[in-house]
Nanobody, 123 residues
Framework: QVQLAESGGGLVQAGGSLRLSCAASGGTFSDYPMGWFRQAPGKAREFVAAIDPRGQRTLYALSVEGRFTIFRDNAKNTLYLQMNSLKPEDTAVYYC????????????????WGQGTQVTVSS
């Protein structure tokens, strides 16, 4: 069972940047696709981005495409999310996830979630 721990959240002004990290342990990180999700207060958890095991294929939600970049360092067992040009609507708790499936544009989250990291964007 893989364990995931997110970090890097914080308070930032609109237009600013943050980089989130997700440290993985307890599995072979380089074997599986990973994703980022977020959940704003009163809303359902939503998909943000995904990446294949080798970091060669990525997928983004339309709301973040062109502003966010997902990448990974398999040597460090770490997943990242670089967030630029942040907007108040990006405010949410961000979670990383070990995928159950990632085929084409289809990403199915797995059962392993981190505790989340809070991102707050002020206007």
């Amino acid at each position: 069972q893989v364990q995931l721990a997110e970090s890097g959240g914080g308070l930032v002004q609109a237009g600013g940047s943050l980089r989130l990290s997700c440290a993985a342990s307890g599995g072979t990180f380089s074997d599986y696709p990973m994703g980022w999700f977020r959940q704003a207060p009163g809303k359902a958890r939503e998909f943000v981005a995904a990446i294949d095991p080798r970091g060669q294929r990525t997928l983004y939600a339309l709301s973040v495409e062109g502003r966010f970049t997902i990448f990974r360092d398999n040597a460090k067992n770490t997943l990242y999310l670089q967030m630029n040009s942040l907007k108040p609507e990006d405010t949410a708790v961000y979670y990383c996830n070990k995928a159950a499936a990632y085929i084409g544009t289809y990403f199915r989250p797995g059962a392993s979630w981190g505790q989340g990291t809070q991102v707050t964007v002020s206007s």
